[in-house]
């Protein structure tokens, strides 16, 4: 879900810092979450928004107009996070009337949580931002002892991002230009109320190693759901038999094809091939290609099923229906699904095979050929 931001609103994201705590070669916000930047993920949130700026470390300017440039303004950070928020405050003088103020290292922040700020903020809020209440109790330690403890009783635990109006906050980091651990702070020395927001746990940000395993952890969360379909024609010829879903049916006549012909199991690895986005057969196994003449097409079918394993998905289901008037499909429906079960190695109850005719219209109709349609179901996740 993206937000779009009313008209008017603008969004920071900081990405300046140089910390390494979180392992790793680099910054943690540059480092992969998944197959894509923590800093990328964390600029996602903000694709409703009319204006963005990104502020990062001089080092890192070339890889951020490489990925980001264009919809995303860049601009230099400053030594401390104050003097980083100062800069793309800069940025947006003139240009926003509301500003979100965000961490580059929060990559999963749900929509929710911008939604309540913005809400704040188009209510009478000069301020708003998320904080998560205190549930655990909170102890002083020395050496290594508990020294003492310390009420939890309207204590909050800040998240960003932290919403503004525009000049206002300006004029905080103006007035007190030694800055400060976060804005909210400085909204406070300048007597601004502040409004609480709903946080969400999910919205953490990476500080220490652990955290990338909690976070891939959250993004697996979210699962990704792919249906392919597939169809597939071939004509009969001379022959005595025909391949239909891996099973030997005998004819009077065969299929025609370069491979064995098995135009149930073509379409059927076809959309799996179309879940992945990956194309058909013919761009796995080229007809040109002598080598593949005459192959059984389990081969096809294990190689799609195979490649979707390997990219984390699994199957959900297939439907597979064979559209001729001869042979007689159901006494070998059962044999079929367990034959396709077998190839792609999953529960036979995920699997359907049906026939039906095409009342004796068209190619199929007249007796000419078989054709095939399949739906393939990919879940990650």
Known sequence: MTIRAPAGYAAIVLAAGRGVRAGGTQPKQWCDLGDRPVLARAL????????????????????????????????????????????????????????LIHDGARPLTPAPVIQGVIDALEGDAIAAAPG?????????GEAGHVSGITPRDGLYRAQTPQGFRLPHIIAAHRAHPEGATDDVALALKMGHPVAITEGSEDNLKITWPGDFARAEKLLGGAMDIRLGNGFDVHAFGPGDHVWLCGIRIPHDAGLVGHSDADVGMHALTDAIYGALAEGDIGRHFPPSDPQWKGLASEIFLR????????????????DVTLICEMPKIGPHASAMQARLSEVMQTEANRISVKATTSERLGFTGRGEGIAAIATASLIKG
């Open 303 to 318: 190689h799609a099923i195979d490649l979707a394993r390997e990219r984390g998905f699994r199957l959900a289901n297939v």
């Open 44 to 99: 996602d949130a903000f694709a409703g928004f009319e204006r963005v700026v990104l502020v990062v470390h001089e080092d890192d300017m070339g890889a951020a107009i490489a990925q980001f440039a264009g919809p995303v303004t860049i601009v230099t950070g400053g030594e401390t996070r104050s003097a980083s928020v100062m800069a793309g405050l800069t940025a947006l003088e003139g240009q926003a009337s509301h500003v």
């Open 132 to 140: 998560l209440a205190v549930s655990d109790t909170l102890w002083h």
